[in-house]
Every structure is written in structure tokens, then in C-alpha cells.
């Protein structure tokens, strides 16, 4: 997925080394990746502050900031382009992580509706596979057993009927299963705090992954935008703890202030170091841009005791 991924993704070190970039960001560049690690960040982006320790000890500081930045191809081309970059360490090493688009190819709100038509297209899957395929389904299963228990048949052909009927069944629980997964209508109806409660005990029979919730009082009801982005926010964090984690617990974390939501993902695994960095990176530039479109902030922090997702959304139409 990173591979082919249009955003620019990467990282660099405290000393302004250039330690990772992703095909997009090389090929925009003309640089082969190889190349692209060997070079210095001053390489790509000549106006970067000369003193580059105190610039990177301020956006540490300030772990999360969303930068515009110029970059100079390898033929002298300059490309306006604009990151959103986050402090992270792993193993004791710091280093930052960046994610962002040249904006001569989109802007900040095609990339809000884009993200928009997508969960609009996953609410209508989920829909259509729940009211037409999942019925069908039912309706089959429901005619198999009809004839297992009215009509004489030979063993044979009653074993195959329910081996049928089985079959049917668990392709009605898979169904049911990647609809609520595409978009739990929880999320419509009850809000965020419940479609939350039930994603995270489905997810722990899925993973075997015991996740701590961690609700002290009740989520009153947020704006719609939030609540999906911070839905989509935590089942793409969840996903990444399973596939890279090696966690075997996890602790899902929500406070609500009266201007502003927080929520917390923490596992207790091996970290995110630069190789699943890599990996993940598209999953990364997705959630920080659902926080960025809402105005709001993600920050990912790792160590050898695990990895921190934080982010923090305004709250401007609480319902």
C-alpha cells in the first residue's frame, strides 16, 4: 500500500538526515530511494533553518505541526508541498515522521471530501450487504432447514443438506460481521461510546487481544464528523497493534471536555520502529488526516514499552 500511495511519506533524524521516503515523494524528487537516504534535509528543502538541531527540538516540542515547506527536485524544480510531521522515538532513537502531498495536485478540501465519499461509500456497502445479501442469506438458511425437517431424503443427501445449511449460516455471520466493520450503525443511532463498546469485543474474539476500556462517564453525543473520524481513527490504530504490535493487550482510552474530545490507543508491545513505520505509513497519513481535516491533533509516541496514539479533536457543534 505505501508503494503505491500518492502522499508523500518519510522520516528524518535529529541531524536533518534524510532516513526514509517513500516511492511517491522519491519519484516527485528524481531521486531512487537509495539515493533519497543519503541525502541531508537541506538537500530537498534549501530554506530549512541552517541550525537544524534547534529547529527539530522545536517541532519536538511541539510533537504534532502541520508545515509548508518548498522542495527542490534533483533538475532544480521547486514543488510547494505541505506535511503534517510528528515527533516519535523507538529503541531510544528519535526521529520524525512526515506525511503530507505536493499541493500543485490537490488541496486540503478535495482531500476532506474525498475522505467523505469514502466513509459515504462504506455506509452504503455496509447497507446493501446487510439488507440484501445477509436477508438472502437468511432466507436460504431458513429453506435449507425447511427441507431437512419436512422432507424423506437418504443420509447422503440430508448430510449434504447440512453441510449446506452450515455453510449458509456462517456466510450470514461473515456477512454481518464486514458490514459492521465497514460502518457499525451503532455509530448512527447510539453515537460513538456504544458502536465503541461493541467494535472492541468483536475485535478482542477476532484477535485474541484483550483491549481495557476506559469510559468514566458516559460519551454525551458528538457531531457526526467526529464521531467517524474518531471511529476510523481507532479501528485503523487497532489494526496496526494486531499486525505490528506483538501486543497482547491493549487500552482504549476517552475523555470529553466541553470544547474538545481526547482519546487515547496504547499497546504494550515492541514499538513502532522504522521498518513497521514503513509499513503503516499509509494507514498513519490517513488518520492524520482526519484529524487535521477536523482541526485537530495526533501524535504517536513509541518506545521498547509500547506505543501511545493520541489524538484531540474540537468539539464546535456538541449535540
Known amino acids: 500500500m505505501i508503494d503505491r500511495a500518492d502522499e508523500f511519506i518519510g522520516w528524518l533524524s535529529p541531524d536533518g538526515r534524510l532516513l526514509y521516503g517513500n516511492p511517491a515523494l522519491c519519484r516527485t524528487l528524481e531521486y531512487s530511494q537509495a539515493e533519497f537516504s543519503a541525502l541531508h534535509v537541506w538537500d530537498i528543502s534549501p530554506r530549512t533553518p541552517e541550525s537544524w538541531p534547534a529547529r527539530f527540538l522545536e517541532l519536538k516540542q511541539q510533537v504534532s505541526q502541520t508545515v509548508a515547506v518548498e522542495l527542490h527536485t534533483r533538475s532544480g524544480k521547486v514543488l510547494p508541498a505541505r506535511f503534517n510531521v510528528n515527533y516519535a ?6 526521529f520524525l515522521l512526515f506525511g503530507g502531498r505536493d499541493l500543485r495536485e490537490t488541496s486540503d478540501p478535495v482531500a ?24 438472502n442469506l437468511g432466507a436460504l438458511s431458513i429453506n435449507l432447514s425447511m427441507i431437512l425437517t419436512t422432507a424423506r431424503i437418504d443420509p447422503r443427501t440430508r448430510q449434504a443438506l447440512k453441510e449446506s445449511l452450515a455453510l449458509a449460516e456462517s456466510c450470514v455471520r461473515e ?5 459492521y466493520l465497514l460502518h457499525p450503525p451503532l455509530l448512527d443511532e447510539l453515537g460513538l461510546q456504544s458502536a465503541l463498546r461493541t467494535y472492541a469485543e468483536g475485535y478482542s474474539e477476532r484477535t485474541g487481544i484483550q483491549l481495557d476500556l476506559d469510559f468514566p462517564l458516559p460519551i454525551r453525543r458528538l457531531p457526526p464528523a467526529v464521531d467517524i473520524a474518531l471511529f476510523r481513527i481507532v479501528q485503523e490504530g487497532l489494526a496496526n497493534i494486531h499486525r505490528h504490535s506483538g501486543s497482547r ?3 482504549l482510552r476517552v475523555r470529553h471536555a466541553a470544547d474538545r474530545v481526547k482519546l487515547e490507543l496504547i499497546d504494550y508491545g515492541c514499538g513502532l520502529d522504522k521498518k513497521s513505520a514503513s509499513r503503516i505509513g499509509v494507514g498513519i497519513a490517513g488518520m492524520l488526516e482526519r484529524a487535521r481535516q477536523l482541526g485537530g491533533r495526533l501524535t504517536i509516541a513509541s518506545g521498547e514499552t509500547g506505543t501511545t496514539l493520541r489524538v ?3 468539539v464546535l457543534q456538541p449535540q
Open 312 to 314: 484531540i479533536l474540537p
Open 112 to 135: 476532506g471530501r474525498l475522505l467523505e465519499m469514502h466513509d459515504e461509500e462504506r455506509r452504503r456497502i455496509a447497507r446493501e450487504l446487510h439488507d440484501n445479501t445477509g436477508q
Open 89 to 94: 522515538t523507538s529503541d531510544g532513537e528519535e
Open 249 to 251: 493487550r491493549a487500552t
Open 175 to 179: 456477512i454481518r460481521t464486514i458490514s
